[in-house]
Structure formats: C-alpha cells, structure tokens
C-alpha cells in the first residue's frame, strides 16, 4: 500500500528565506506527483504537478523536483513571503491501482512566514 | 470559469442524523472525486466518478456512506446516522477526464461537525 510522508509537519522562518519542504513515498510506481497549496476554507490549490518521466518543474518562485527510483520529491521555494503561509500537501498518482484514479496525500507541512 | 463548489460550507449534526453534502464539479469535467480528511492528517480517497461508469466505491468506510452524480454534473455524499469519528472536512475535487495524467481540481470542502 502506497504511503506518503512529509517531514516536517511543520515550519516557521523569516520572509526572505529560501526554503524546502520534502515529501517521501514508499512505492515507486506512479504516473505523477502533484504538489497542492491548502488554505483554511478555500480548499486546494495545485501548484506544482510532475509526471513520472520529469525530473522537475517550475512555477515563478516554486521549483518541485522528484527522484522516483529513490521515492522522493521536494518543494523548493524562493525568497519566501508572508503570503505563502499555508499549509503544502504532496500527493501521488498510484501506477498499480488501475481500477483507482484517486491520489494518495500526505499529512502535510504547515508552513508559517514571518514578516 | 468557475471553479468546484460546494454546500453547504459547515454542517453541525447530532450524532445519529443523516446528512446530504453537495458537489458542482467545473463544467465539462467528466470525473468527480470525493476525499476526506480528519483534523491533522491528509485526504483520504472515498469515491470516484467517471462518466457514466460504474463508480469507484472502494474507499467508502462503512455502509452507512453513499454518494451519487447525476450524468456529468452534481453529486450527492450522503451520511447516514451520523457518528463522532464522521467528523472531517469534505473534499470534492473533477477533473477533465479522468486520466492519470489530469490534475484534479478542488472544492473548498464541507466542514462536518457531529456532536
């Protein structure tokens, strides 16, 4: 059964700073992973998705990477602001499930930017 | 356009009543998903919707879930007899196909409260 982790559960730093959020999953086989943005009463917003065959991909300030042999995937993100507080959830599209198209999620990093 | 919307945005319910929560998917969105997600951890899958296949239930709980959709537009989760652990927040999420390559777009959720 696939299993998706994020370390940590939580993270506060100063505007400005460069930071990283990492997502680990125990099996390999996926067709993508897809980084979202959750904010309270508004839902998910997808930020970031990166299929199998990618190694990373970038949106403005966010770069995701992902190393699926290793099964990992991080969430760079540059010259942090106060608005990015939020809490970020990494998600997996299982390859096996074939009958399933849902995605398996993490527990997510709470992230807190300081002004 | 417009996004995923959901309703009611909070439900407070005695332990034992039923409930109905709504889903408008984005249109011409031919798979709709349902997730879950308890306080602190990540969505958890319940249901899928493609077209007019046959739903994918295998996520459901317990019998006392359902859900339905009406071709490709509104669906339904229906709770019955509410019970404490029910409380979570509600995630409707479509997507254009359904494919394993789609990102899936998200409601902003139905907060349920059972006391």
């Known amino acids: 059964k696939q299993e998706v982790t994020q370390i940590p559960a939580a993270l506060s730093v100063p505007e400005g700073e460069n930071l990283v959020l990492n997502c680990s999953f125990t099996?390999?086989?996926?067709?993508?992973l897809q980084w979202f943005r959750q904010d309270p009463g508004k839902g998910l917003t997808s930020l970031l998705l990166i299929q199998s065959s990618q190694r990373e991909q970038t949106s403005g300030r966010l770069n995701a990477s992902l190393d699926k042999s290793s099964g990992r995937s991080t969430l760079y993100i540059a010259a942090s602001q106060p608005g990015d507080s939020a809490t970020y959830l990494c998600?997996?599209?299982?390859?096996?499930?074939?009958?399933?198209?849902?995605?398996?999620f993490g527990s997510g990093t709470r992230l807190q930017v300081q002004p | 356009g417009a996004g995923v919307s959901q309703s009611p945005s909070n439900k407070v319910t005695e332990k034992g009543k039923d409930v109905e929560l709504r889903c408008d998917p984005i249109?011409?969105?031919?798979?709709l998903y349902w997730y879950r997600q308890r306080l602190g951890q990540g969505l958890e899958f319940l249901i899928y919707f493609q077209g007019n296949s046959a739903p994918d239930k295998s996520g459901l709980p317990s019998d006392r879930f359902s859900a339905e959709r009406t071709g490709e537009s509104v669906s339904t989760l229906t709770i019955q007899r509410t019970q404490q652990e029910d409380s979570a927040v509600y995630l409707c999420?479509?997507?254009?196909?359904?494919?394993?390559?789609?990102?899936?777009?998200f409601g902003p959720g139905t907060r349920l409260t059972v006391l």
């Open positions: 099996d390999s086989a996926i067709y993508n």
């Open positions: 249109s011409g969105h031919t798979a």
């Open positions: 999420a479509s997507s254009l196909s359904g494919s394993f390559t789609d990102t899936q777009y």
């Open positions: 998600a997996v599209r299982p390859r096996g499930d074939t009958g399933r198209r849902a995605l398996t």
